[in-house]
């Protein structure tokens, strides 16, 4: 057997840091590359922006910035999904007075001058708002026309497709939803032509202990019932979008609610919606972001979801509404840094696998710390994992299996590539421990050329899990300027038949002539 130890033209990507091999675990794998498992959405990687953006509408201009802009229409096709606690806090109050047309993408640059100030106030609010979710104390918030338009622009002009999160605590006396308000605001996005979704509440089962309010999932199901009938009355929403209830992970009342939603309001959504975090992020540590029992508890509850849906509903979408690593605004240290890496890469590879079609991404930018982008609005190492994700891998999941050696720190998923050359797969792996391993792939595909995308933190060791930089293949990932980003190129390998990974890295093997049947059909052709 030959191995890319010999062969390999970048050999230093693959020593571990003494450069010794004597510790390598070996492992066997099988790809099966004749049979497609599922095939997610195209925008299976979909990110959020947090409503607390427009807590106060200022900050909404940031949405406007040129290096935000060319961050998000890299990651299209995607949704932007806009919701979170404060959604269901908003009131539209339209200032009426007739506001001009937003100018075409390219005018709407935000001047530098005011990106600096913003972003300084950004930090500052910041503050505000962990105070308010601390002490669970939200206040009425009014939005104008300008939200919406700052929102819809920003979602349009880099390609995205913008769902938006109603208020659902806006309660008549006999405790079902008031549409009014939401009513005045489906009129004014129709008035402006405004493509985009719609969902109606976040989390029901934490109302009670956000606003004192209890609402049963199955009169939400009815809300969403009326929802559906509004839209299907207007020419522009007939056919858009609805999803829903954008619960919290199964347990307890939860389940209550989800059973009782479905019952009623199945029929009205598109797509049903969970939301799921690992950790808390007041209380979690490093080990639990390279924790394999971590990873893997997304299985059950995955499937507890997906049978509870499928029992009223077969055949509904599922997808995760709004998910990160940890809850509570993230884990500050972690959620932003490299070793957040593991698991939203494996939150990604379990969940095209498991059957969730679409997984959204807490958030794109603002809020917390499980940011893709930094206050700076710098991308962070798990905005480039999002980007190569979006690159090579395509929405086809393929099954690839263990043989020998099996070891729960590494981590592998197949998909075919998201290219236009047919046959053509993508391996997806992950190595959360300390340890060489060699992984061993049938001829078939090792016959085949590979492009290499290893990524890994730009300094070693535990240290260099929690840094805010990453490095592709050796080399720093960095913005050209505000407007470009760089290629992303792999490192072409001659065919063999060993990969092997750097400890704590992540890693995309493009096998470009793998000829898989199952990554031929028409669909794939654009
Ligand atoms: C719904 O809300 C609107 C606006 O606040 C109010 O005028 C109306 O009376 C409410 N309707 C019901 C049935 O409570
Ligand atoms: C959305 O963007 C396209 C160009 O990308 C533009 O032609 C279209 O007018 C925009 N639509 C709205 C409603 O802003
Ligand atoms: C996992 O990390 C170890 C530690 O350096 C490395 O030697 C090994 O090759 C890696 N294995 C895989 C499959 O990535």
Known sequence: LRSFWTTCPCVSLFRDSNGTRSESLDMTVDLDLTTMIRRVDPRFLSVTIDASLAEEEKFMKLLSSPKIRTLAGALSPAFLRFGGTRQDFMVFSPQSSLQDSLASCEDLDLPPGLEKHLKEDWTLQQVVLLQEDLQRKYRRLKFTESTVDLLHAFANCSGLDLIFGLNALLRSADHSWNSSNANVLLRYCESRNYRMSWELGNEPNSFEKKAGVRVDGYQLGLDFTRLREMMSQSK???????????????????????????????????????????????????????????????????????????????????????????????????????????????????????????????????????????????????????????????????????????????????????????????????????????????????????????????????????????????????????????????????????????????????????????????????
């Not at 959204?360 to 809020?367: D, T, Y």
């Not at 300094?459 to 592709?472: D, F, N, T």
């Open 236 to 526: 522009l929403y007939r056919d858009a979008g609805l999803y829903g209830p954008d619960v919290g992970q199964p347990h307890g009342h939860r389940i209550d609610i989800m059973q009782g939603f479905l019952k009623s309001g199945a029929d009205a959504i598109d797509a049903f919606t969970w939301h799921h975090y690992y950790v808390n992020g007041r209380d979690t540590t490093l080990e639990d972001f390279l924790d394999p029992d971590i990873l893997d508890s997304l299985t059950l509850k995955t499937r507890d979801v997906l049978e509870k849906v499928d029992l009223v509903s077969p055949g509904k979408a599922v997808w995760l509404g709004e998910t990160s690593s940890a809850y509570g605004g993230g884990a500050v240290g972690l959620s932003d840094t490299f070793v957040a890496g593991f698991m939203w890469l494996d939150k990604l590879g379990l969940g095209a696998r498991l059957g969730l079609d679409v997984v959204m991404r807490q958030v794109l930018v603002g809020s917390g710390s499980y940011h893709l982008v930094d206050n700076n609005l710098d991308p962070l190492p798990d905005y480039w994992l999002s980007l190569l994700y979006k690159q090579l891998v395509g929405p086809e999941v393929l099954r690839v299996e263990t043989r020998s050696g099996s070891n729960r720190r590494v981590r592998l998923y197949l998909h075919c590539s998201h290219t236009q050359r047919p046959g053509s797969v993508t391996l997806v792996s992950m190595n959360l421990s300390g340890r060489s391993v060699r992984i061993s792939i049938p001829v078939l595909v090792s016959s085949s050329s590979v492009d290499v995308f290893v990524l890994q933190s730009d300094a070693p060791g535990k240290e260099g899990l929690c840094s805010r930089s990453v490095k592709l293949n050796g080399e720093l990932l960095n913005m050209v300027d505000d407007k470009t980003l760089p290629d992303l190129r792999g490192a072409r390998l001659p065919p063999g038949q060993h990969l092997e990974l750097p400890a704590f890295s992540l890693a995309f093997f493009v096998f470009t002539d793998a000829r898989a049947t199952a990554c031929q059909g028409r669909g794939r052709l654009r």
